[in-house]
């Protein structure tokens, strides 16, 4: 028996603080691995290939998406932006942790791919409060607000496809309950079967 | 939506620390309920019914067996010792979580009876520290000791049949884990469906 690290994403309407969590996550558990993307566009500055991300041309891309290597890929300014497969079995099988800031998208292809993934869904106390954090923000127009809102009504439809759901009432109590879910997965026996026989 | 407590169960070989564990989450989380057992023995002193124990004739509890009200039961002296389903029913719409302190047989009962239960296994680190622990108790002779062990060697292949394994090398670690577990299965959607509906 060989313990295999947990695949882990974590995904939610705008303005839910995902970003937030998951940085609070990252430096409680700075062991636990990034998802490097591939993307198209060139490297700037001093970036470094498998570092910030992968650069591919779009012809590599494209054959990457094919070959199903591609769990799943936007694009943004005319280039692509996707979550490579092998890097992350390969994390897993060396036994370290990946968690993923992915789309809904993301994680719901990443659940196809790999049904050992563990889905998070981050789910705002309420519509009000969603409305209040994004107004807060002070960066976007009213309009801007109402269209980010109606699609967080539409997107929060998809948390049943999802394994777990957090609700970001306080910020602590989130990342403790995502914690908690990091935790209770390594306990579970199908991710340690044959254990018993190893003592 | 309303959300239902949990019946989480706990159960391991003898010498495992199952008592200790079990105590020390009752004391983080006094609101924790418990299974309260049907007996045939007759109260003692001032016990009173439904709070010690619920106590019935041989008769009433054989009944009970036959309705299928008692998940799982034992003889002990002479007498009936068995856990009811209704209480365990009615605490959990209650929203009340139940932490049951059952046997192996027990656990994989009310895991056929509720499905929606969570059976956790508490593993030794090792049969050496195993043998340790139940020599360090000083109470048994050394035959009594190696019957215990090899019960034990027999009891933890069980353990695929549990939801979660738990290794009990460190109190606090193992503790910490079903911890983790309780407040992980409190966000797994299954048990918060609809949620998202409810914002």
Excluded at 47 to 60: N, S
């Amino acid at each position: 028996m060989s313990e295999k690290g947990l695949m882990i994403s974590v995904s939610g309407p705008s303005g839910v603080g995902k970003g937030t969590i998951i940085e609070e996550i990252r430096r409680m558990f700075p062991e636990c691995k990034h998802s490097i993307s591939v993307t198209t566009r060139p490297p700037r500055g001093e970036e470094q290939d498998g570092v910030e991300y992968y650069f591919r041309t779009k012809d590599e891309f494209e054959k990457l998406v094919k070959e199903g290597e591609i769990i799943e890929y936007d694009m943004y300014v005319d280039n692509y932006y996707g979550t490579p497969a092998t890097p992350l079995i390969e994390k897993s099988n060396r036994g370290d942790d990946v968690l993923l800031d992915i789309t809904i998208a993301g994680s719901l292809a990443l659940k196809r791919k790999f049904p050992q993934a563990v889905t998070i869904f981050i789910l705002p106390p309420s519509f009000e409060k969603l409305e209040e954090r994004l107004k807060g923000r002070g960066t976007e127009s009213l309009e801007l607000v109402q269209k980010r809102l109606e699609k967080a009504r539409e997107e929060v439809l998809s948390a049943e496809k999802f394994d777990y759901v957090v609700v970001n009432d306080d910020l602590q109590t989130a990342v403790d309950n995502i914690v908690a879910i990091m935790k209770a997965e390594k306990c579970r026996y199908d991710r340690l079967s044959g254990i018993e026989k190893t003592l």
